[in-house]
């Protein structure tokens, strides 16, 4: 299945979860103190993020923390550059219409 | 002059901003957003090209049109016009589809709000994006953005390099 940073972003609890971790690297059981879902349901979508690689993890002593992998989450941020180029090429050819019209 | 094309983001909402402003009458601008002639002309970010089958500028009407690429490519889009408040405002669902306009169910609608504003400079166009479902922000950037419209940049890079 594809895993990519777009799938990481699209779902509500994970969007959660990341915004939780940018603030600090939390352990599974302090993240899913935070949601009224079930361990379970959290600990699956910490999964699909370490999958999607939007998350990483560091043994500490017994625990495992999660941390935001900020390298990964600038695919969406290279995305809407795509996206800005598009929409400029765009708008430099709309100056060109209206000089026209 | 070249002015600056804003971009914001709102993921959680599902929602993209565009902001531009343009150095022409706001009159000029509808214009150009709302005649196929003149969409013809603009609407394809180069080196694709849209060809429009047919347009009817009204509340319930449709612009059916095609992104032609370079190498003989093909992407049907449909455009149905949900509101209409001339000269300022017009709010319509896009969607890909065949050349006959059918809808492809496959691929998420994607809904525009387009505000047409009076600055002292000329004109401002405000442009809210937002998409329905949560996948579908994913998916228009899967299938429509990053591979479809990236790979004209591609293209025109590479002419531009030749």
């Known amino acids: 299945m594809r895993r990519d940073i777009f799938q990481a972003i699209a779902d509500p609890t994970r969007r959660a979860i990341l915004a939780l971790l940018a603030i600090h690297a939390m352990t599974p059981n302090a993240l899913a103190e935070h949601f009224n879902t079930s361990r379970q349901a959290v600990s699956k979508h910490i999964q699909i993020l370490a999958e999607c690689e939007a998350v990483t993890q560091k043994q500490n002593g017994r625990e495992i923390y999660y941390h935001v992998n900020a390298d990964k989450m600038k695919e969406v941020d290279k995305w809407l550059d795509t996206f800005r180029k598009i929409w400029e090429d765009r708008f430099d050819q709309l100056d060109n219409v209206l000089k026209d019209l | ?162």
């Open chain 2, 1 to 162: 002059m070249t002015n600056k094309t804003e971009i914001l983001k709102d993921i959680s909402n599902r929602k993209l901003n565009i902001t531009r402003a343009f150095n022409a009458p706001v009159e000029k601008v509808w214009r150009a957003w709302t005649e196929a002639e003149q969409l013809d002309k603009w609407w394809a970010p180069r080196p694709w090209r849209a060809i429009t089958k047919t347009m009817d500028f009204t509340e319930g009407g449709h612009w059916l049109y095609c992104m032609a690429g370079p190498n003989g490519e093909k992407a049907w889009c449909k455009v149905s016009f949900q509101t209409i408040e001339p000269g300022k405002n017009f709010v319509a669902d896009a969607n890909f589809c065949n050349e006959e306009g059918a809808i492809d169910a496959n691929f998420p609608t994607m809904t525009w709000d387009n505000r047409f504003l009076s600055t002292d400079t000329g004109s401002k166009v405000e442009i809210t994006l937002s998409f329905a479902n949560e996948d579908d922000l994913e998916k228009i950037v899967q299938m429509g953005f990053k591979e479809g419209f990236s790979m004209g940049l591609e293209n025109l890079d590479e002419l531009l390099e030749a």
